[in-house]
């Protein structure tokens, strides 16, 4: 493939898998259908690896990741800041297939490509993290420790940022000295290719970072595999259940989860309003709402809840729905048509539980594209804690406005789930930001702003939100091992 040519086509017509450093066609009895959702179209037909294949993957990473290991940390550098370089370069190049097999607006997509940038210039200086340490016994004896790679990493995607979700595992996982098996989502499963290719321009040695396609069957194939030493999810927490099983369940390998969430933004009384609309909006309706960190739940303090409604209402309404590939478009289209009607049985079964739709969740015809998966963001109110939307993850544009008195009330709402992995509040108050950041249960708290990242921030959540961290340097545990050697520079003395 050359970089220069990435909005060409044929870019579909390469083979789907990435082994080796080479684009290879596994041709096997199951096959998939690549969709663009923007217009409900077929792009092109693709093969899922099989057991033998994913064997054949999984021995070229591992023979291919003793060079990588034994490569200097400056060369590991050299590579990972190329490769934030030829992200820059051909950004809007890689924005537009990430539209096109995802549907989220452009705009968007250029963001999540820039993120990736960010996020491999980081790693590619972390190398000082991974020094050892050297601790003094008494005056004969030490130990020092060293952090080593862990092998050949079997990483699993999301479908709502693919090349986000991807560069978030890779990057570290690279710096660390692993090699890598990376499973996209066969609902976007197109960009991961598109970065194999620059990792390999970038210098990164053959068979240190694949791609396969595949489903929950590849999966499985993959992560029970016995030279795969260790495993990284971003999904649902059904699938994460059944990937823990199957961790353990031939030899044992540590696994790291990013699950989903049931999320909530307090507003609270003292809060600039519009600033509250625009942490609300954030927090809802970025890709189409689908988003694992997304707060459905907006609890609004009752003194302010006339105001914010009639202001988020608007703001709402104003939102430019339509074809993701032009500028100007602010909300895009669902990943699928299974997904959209998924999202609109949670609002029809909101209504029929007692909740009052105000605005949105509506099928839009965009011209041009009306085979699309468009929906309109849609805001309910009159939520009580009986009903499906209050208690499940909807991951769709659907938010919930839900009023509260006190502190007390609002956080508990907000802790109202075994999930935790993100939750917000607005305030001008600094002590009540501090206070009640201390009393939400969740892997990552937003004070007057929602789904803010970086690259140098740790991302991941508690309880049924998973385990193990993204990002920043606490991500290095996940994809290291230590060693502890013990020294004595004299005689051993026998104890006996």
């Known amino acids: 493939m050359n970089l220069n040519t990435l909005k060409e086509s044929k870019l579909l017509e390469l083979s789907s898998h990435f082994v080796g450093g080479n684009h290879v066609e596994f041709v096997s009895n199951r096959q998939f259908p690549v969709m663009e959702p923007r217009s409900g179209r077929k792009l092109a037909t693709w093969h899922y690896a099989t057991a033998e294949q994913v064997d054949l993957v999984v021995k070229t990473a591992k023979q291919a990741q003793k060079t990588w290991a034994g490569s200097t940390w400056m060369k ?80 699993i995607g999301a479908w709502n940022y693919p090349i986000q979700t991807c560069t978030w595992k890779t990057a570290p996982a690279l710096a660390c000295g692993n090699s890598i098996i990376y499973k996209p989502s066969p609902l976007s499963p197109v960009t991961a290719l598109i970065l194999g290719e620059i990792l390999k321009t970038s210098g990164l040695p053959d068979g240190v970072f694949n791609v396969i396609q595949g489903d929950a069957e590849t999966a499985q194939h993959l992560i029970q595999h016995r030279d795969v030493a260790k495993v990284s999810f971003t999904g649902s927490i059904p699938t994460g259940k059944k990937i823990m099983a199957a961790c353990a369940e031939r030899n044992i390998k540590p696994v790291t989860m990013e699950l989903g969430g049931k999320s909530a933004l307090i507003v609270f009384e003292d809060a600039d309003v519009d600033s509250g609309v625009a942490c609300a909006m954030m927090a809802n309706f970025y890709s189409q709402g689908q988003v694992c960190s997304n707060a459905s739940k907006v609890l609004v303090h009752k003194s302010v809840l006339k105001e914010f409604t009639e202001k988020l209402v608007e703001k709402t309404k104003e939102l430019k729905i339509g074809d993701p590939l032009k500028a100007e478009t602010q909300v895009g289209a669902h990943i699928s048509e299974e997904h959209r009607a998924r999202v609109e049985g949670y609002i029809n079964g909101a209504i029929n539980e007692g909740a009052t739709k105000i605005c949105g969740g509506d099928r839009i015809q965009v011209p041009g594209l009306d085979n699309g998966y468009y929906l309109s963001p849609c805001i309910l109110t009159d939520i009580t804690p009986n009903m499906t939307v209050y208690k499940e993850e909807i991951f769709g544009a659907v938010l919930l406005i839900i009023p509260f008195d006190t502190e007390e009330e609002a956080v508990r ?84």
């Open 413 to 496: 709402i907000a802790n109202d789930t075994d999930m935790g992995l993100a939750a917000g509040l607005v305030t001008k108050d600094l002590a009540k930001s501090y206070r009640i950041s201390e009393q939400l249960n969740a892997g990552n708290v937003y004070v007057n702003t929602f789904n803010d990242v970086s690259p140098l921030v740790p991302f991941g959540g508690i309880g049924e939100s998973g385990f193990g961290r993204e990002n920043g340097v606490a991500v290095l545990e996940h994809y290291t091992q230590l060693k502890s050697v013990f020294v004595n520079t004299g005689t051993c003395p026998n104890p006996f």
């Open 76 to 155: 590991r550098n050299e590579v990972l800041k190329k490769t934030a370089e030829l992200l820059k370069t051909h950004c809007d190049d890689i924005a537009y297939w990430e539209c096109l097999s995802n549907g989220k607006p452009i705009s968007e997509a250029k963001a999540d490509v820039l993120s990736c940038v960010d996020t491999f210039n980081f790693y590619s200086g972390i190398a000082h993290d991974l020094l050892g340490h050297h601790i003094p016994l008494d005056p004969s004896r030490y130990a020092y420790t060293r952090r080593l790679p862990i092998g050949v990493v079997a990483a």
